[in-house]
């Protein structure tokens, strides 16, 4: 969708020289009269002071002289129009034709009394019309300035409003196609903040639709590895079945290869399992119930599960937890989680090897334990640490071992992630290092 550029432009510049042309002409309106007026009364105070001397004269002198003196002024003042007129109407003199006299606009004559009766009628001479023209057209061509400028003003304006709104419709269009976008400009207004919200919301989204692209390829890859690591047992346990069916050679011994077929649909059931709990942690279907946690007894329980393969594998284990030290969490969670990771250190330890276990105070924490496991002597390609969360991986692709599903420390990372404890897995200068920091009860 291309977006119409000039439209709100059009609009913004249009409505506002309809508002200053309305606002221009009612100005004129309402003054036109008044500067009209005005100039009128000041025409006939000229008119006044310019026959004041006539007047005075008239005053003063005889009627019998009036004609000599107004012939007298008029040879004087030959751009001045006037009529002496008697007590009776009568015209005494005329400084013009009588008839080019009548056709004189009637609001620009004065009559003025000099006594005796006899007045004067006189008329604006046509320089003073003319002057009145040069007012109108100044006042005309001011008028036309205004406008002008007014234009340029509403140029400016319209395009200062619009321009911001122009750039948003383009980024918005932009952002439709999910295509990138340039930072807004900073602008300390209502449309500066308009448009950083909607950057801000399309970076969101963008991080929203990468995690969603992230989840399905990691969802897509945990179905095709579940699928790889149930497809291998059940095709052998589908072997061993039709050998026994078929009483071929070795399958003859049903009992020995039924035991051999169990085996196989337990840990295909034990993996089953680990896939449906891990699913719901995923989903948010198991919620932690959190309780007050003995850390030492925890891990002392953990350990005697495992302590016929410690021994097996005569591995050295130091235990150095606080007998009273607590934590808040969810037990069956945590108990969960501990399991994977210490099967985990004692099935990676070489024979005779040696594997740590303690607390300590996490730096920078207040309020938090920090529960250690390290597999001493062990190192992990720092490549691959980050992979070990991840289901069904294994360093030793070409390995499979009995009992270990590959889902173990993905198991840990959702359990512990459920619980919003803080986990690492890293390399030291001993070991292998694997912690947890967990509150305080």
Same mark, same amino acid.
């Given at each position: 969708?291309?977006?119409?550029?000039?439209?709100?432009?059009?609009?913004?510049?249009?409505?506002?020289?309809?508002?200053?042309?309305?606002?221009?002409?009612?100005?004129?309106?309402?003054?036109?009269?008044?500067?009209?007026?005005?100039?009128?009364?000041?025409?006939?105070?000229?008119?006044?002071?310019?026959?004041?001397?006539?007047?005075?004269?008239?005053?003063?002198?005889?009627?019998?002289?009036?004609?000599?003196?107004?012939?007298?002024?008029?040879?004087?003042?030959?751009?001045?129009?006037?009529?002496?007129?008697?007590?009776?109407?009568?015209?005494?003199?005329?400084?013009?034709?009588?008839? @080019?006299? *009548?056709? $004189?606009?009637?609001?620009?004559?004065?009559?003025?009394?000099?006594?005796?009766?006899?007045?004067?009628?006189?008329?604006?001479?046509?320089?003073?019309?003319?002057?009145?023209?040069?007012?109108?057209?100044?006042?005309?061509?001011?008028?036309?300035?205004?406008?002008?400028?007014?234009?340029?003003?509403?140029?400016?304006?319209?395009?200062?409003?619009?321009?911001?709104?122009?750039?948003?419709?383009?980024?918005?269009?932009?952002?439709?196609?999910? =295509?990138?976008?340039?930072?807004?400009?900073?602008?300390?207004?209502? !449309?500066?903040?308009?448009? =950083?919200?909607?950057?801000?919301?399309?970076?969101?989204?963008?991080?929203?639709?990468?995690?969603?692209?992230?989840?399905?390829?990691?969802?897509?890859?945990?179905?095709?590895?579940?699928?790889?690591?149930?497809?291998?047992?059940?095709?052998?346990?589908?072997?061993?079945? $039709?050998?026994?069916? @078929?009483?071929?050679?070795?399958?003859?011994?049903?009992?020995?290869?039924?035991?051999?077929?169990?085996?196989?649909?337990?840990?295909?059931?034990?993996?089953?399992?680990?896939?449906?709990?891990?699913?719901?942690?995923?989903?948010?279907?198991?919620?932690?119930? +959190?309780?007050?946690?003995?850390?030492?007894?925890?891990?002392?329980?953990?350990?005697?599960?495992? $302590?016929?393969?410690?021994?097996?594998?005569?591995?050295?284990?130091?235990?150095?937890?606080?007998?009273?030290?607590?934590?808040?969490? @969810?037990?069956?969670? !945590?108990?969960?989680?501990?399991?994977?990771?210490?099967?985990?250190?004692? $099935?990676?330890?070489?024979?005779?090897?040696?594997?740590?276990?303690? @607390?300590?105070?996490?730096?920078?924490?207040?309020?938090?334990?920090?529960?250690?496991? !390290?597999?001493?002597?062990?190192?992990?390609?720092?490549?691959?640490?980050?992979?070990?969360?991840?289901?069904? +991986?294994?360093?030793?692709?070409?390995?499979?071992?009995?009992?270990?599903? *590959?889902?173990?420390?993905?198991?840990?990372?959702?359990?512990?992630?459920?619980?919003?404890?803080?986990?690492?897995?890293?390399?030291?200068?001993?070991?292998?290092?694997?912690?947890?920091?967990?509150?305080?009860?």
């Amino acid at each position: 969708m291309k977006p119409n550029r000039r439209g709100i432009f059009t609009k913004v510049f249009a409505y506002t020289m309809l508002l200053i042309v309305l606002v221009v002409g009612i100005t004129a309106a309402l003054f036109a009269q008044q500067i009209l007026s005005f100039y009128h009364t000041a025409q006939i105070r000229q008119l006044n002071a310019s026959f004041q001397e006539l007047t005075e004269d008239m005053q003063a002198a005889h009627p019998r002289e009036y004609v000599r003196i107004a012939r007298e002024f008029s040879d004087r003042n030959q751009s001045y129009t006037f009529v002496l007129q008697s007590p009776f109407g009568r015209v005494m003199f005329a400084s013009i034709n009588l008839d @080019d006299m *009548g056709v $004189q606009d009637q609001r620009h004559n004065i009559v003025l009394s000099v006594g005796a009766g006899y007045t004067i009628s006189a008329s604006v001479p046509s320089v003073a019309d003319e002057d009145l023209r040069y007012l109108i057209r100044t006042i005309a061509i001011g008028m036309l300035l205004i406008i002008a400028l007014c234009t340029a003003a509403a140029v400016l304006f319209a395009r200062g409003m619009t321009r911001p709104i122009e750039l948003l419709v383009s980024d918005a269009v932009a952002m439709s196609r999910l =295509e990138p976008v340039q930072p807004p400009a900073k602008r300390g207004d209502e !449309l500066g903040l308009l448009s =950083e919200i909607v950057h801000d919301m399309y970076g969101k989204l963008k991080d929203t639709i990468a995690d969603l692209e992230e989840e399905k390829e990691a969802q897509r890859y945990f179905f095709a590895a579940a699928s790889h690591e149930l497809k291998t047992p059940i095709a052998a346990t589908n072997a061993l079945l $039709q050998g026994m069916l @078929d009483n071929i050679g070795d399958y003859q011994d049903h009992p020995k290869y039924l035991g051999e077929c169990l085996k196989m649909t337990n840990e295909q059931n034990k993996i089953i399992n680990e896939i449906l709990e891990i699913v719901k942690l995923t989903d948010g279907k198991i919620m932690p119930n +959190f309780e007050t946690v003995n850390i030492c007894r925890l891990v002392d329980d953990v350990v005697a599960r495992y $302590q016929h393969l410690i021994e097996r594998k005569e591995l050295a284990l130091e235990i150095e937890v606080c007998e009273n030290l607590e934590c808040s969490a @969810d037990p069956a969670m !945590l108990d969960r989680a501990l399991s994977n990771v210490i099967i985990n250190a004692v $099935q990676n330890t070489q024979t005779g090897g040696n594997i740590r276990i303690w @607390d300590e105070a996490p730096p920078h924490k207040d309020g938090y334990i920090r529960l250690n496991v !390290l597999n001493c002597g062990a190192q992990i390609d720092e490549e691959v640490l980050p992979k070990l969360f991840n289901p069904f +991986f294994r360093v030793d692709k070409a390995r499979t071992q009995s009992g270990r599903s *590959g889902l173990g420390l993905t198991l840990v990372a959702k359990t512990l992630g459920c619980m919003g404890f803080e986990f690492a897995l890293e390399n030291n200068e001993e070991g292998v290092l694997f912690w947890v920091d967990m509150p305080r009860a």
